[in-house]
């Protein structure tokens, strides 16, 4: 059933791109008799395709509405997942409230999903614990819920879910519900990168950047390199930038080349910052004068083919 699911799945994908096939609107009539005949997630399917529409099929929330509770009583983790999201939040349509807002039912739905080892849910519970209304609670209540928290987020993270790796890398920063550890706080907000939550490099840059300060150059370049090539560009750019300043002491001047080579690459393609194609070429000449091998070879390759735009751009540093 696992991979007829999948392939109705593709098949549907294809027909929104593409339009209604034939064969697109069988798979669709396949899916819908799976719903109908109590496939828990298929009817979770179904009802996300319900709540916008799609091609000859109109929207229809309150059907979409009752296939997810359906889907979520029959224990679909998804499913489960998303009601808890719609009682913490409400689901309006139209004007019509169809879900009134609900504390204690979007925690039992998330966290019975949670219980079914759902990423997702366990990161929604965590979020909803930890930014809960405390007027009321005494300090052993709001403890419990924090302690929840960890405990949900630590599993989601060791799931390799990124929002939960970047929660719990806040309250590693802050010291809240566990030790306070900057170090585990920056592992956490690479994890969250590398697994594709970009929201995770600001707060990388706001907890590291004194740090990174004060690191040695060779170091810096070492980091920014690998930042700028991966998951965090602009920490990247901010590390090579503090590898590259020649007035620190001491500096070394290999080091300080291949910074301004990988500056000049960031400029160039607009990797980590805006592109800035003549500011590119400025940071290639510079390294280039520097010895830097990789930037010789850029340099040479311009100087060949615009030779009073090289002068111009040599001149100015």
Same mark, same amino acid.
């Given at each position: 059933m696992k991979k007829l699911l999948i392939l109705i799945g593709a098949l $549907?994908?294809?027909?929104?791109?593409?339009?209604?096939?034939? +064969?697109?609107?069988?798979?669709? !009539?396949?899916? +819908?008799?799976r719903a109908e005949q109590g496939d828990s997630e298929a009817r979770y399917r179904l009802a996300t395709i319900l709540e916008t529409g799609w091609d000859s099929v109109p929207h229809d929330s309150? !059907?979409?509405?009752?296939?997810? !509770?359906?889907?979520? @009583?029959?224990?679909?983790?998804?499913?489960?997942?998303? $009601?808890?999201? $719609?009682?913490?939040?409400g689901y309006t349509v139209?004007? !019509?409230?169809?879900?009134a807002v609900n504390r204690d039912s979007s925690i039992y739905w998330l966290k019975n999903a949670a219980d079914l080892n759902d990423p997702r849910a366990m990161s929604n519970l965590a979020y909803i614990?930890?930014?809960?209304d405390t007027v009321g609670k005494n300090s052993d209540e709001i403890g419990k819920d924090r302690s929840m928290a960890v405990m949900y987020l630590t599993r989601a993270a060791d799931a390799e @879910?990124?929002?939960?790796?970047?929660?719990?890398?806040? $309250?590693?920063?802050?010291?809240?519900?566990?030790?306070?550890?900057?170090a585990k706080a920056a592992e956490l907000y690479e994890k969250a990168l590398s697994g594709g939550l970009g929201d995770a490099e600001p707060r990388l840059i706001t907890l590291m950047i004194s740090r990174w300060d004060r690191m040695p150059q060779a170091e810096q370049l070492r980091l920014g390199e690998r930042y700028l090539t991966t998951y965090a560009p602009a920490a990247g750019v901010l590390l090579l930038e503090r590898a590259a300043d020649d007035t620190r002491i001491p500096c070394d001047t290999p080091q300080m080349a291949r910074a301004l080579y990988w500056l000049g690459e960031a400029a160039s393609r607009g990797v980590g910052m805006p592109v800035n194609s003549r500011l590119g070429m400025r940071r290639y000449i510079r390294a280039a004068e520097l010895g830097d091998s990789d930037a010789i070879r850029v340099a040479d390759d311009f100087r060949g083919l615009y030779p009073d735009d090289y002068k111009a751009l040599r001149d100015s540093l």
């Open positions: $549907l994908g294809i027909l929104i791109v593409r339009g209604a096939s034939p +064969e697109a609107r069988r798979a669709f !009539r396949i899916f +819908e008799q309150v !059907r979409a509405l009752s296939l997810i !509770r359906s889907s979520a @009583a029959a224990g679909f983790p998804p499913a489960m997942n998303y $009601l808890g999201y $719609l009682y913490d939040k139209n004007g !019509r409230s169809l879900i614990l930890l930014n809960a @879910a990124p929002t939960a790796m970047s929660m719990l890398g806040d $309250l590693y920063r802050d010291g809240r519900g566990v030790p306070r550890d900057t």
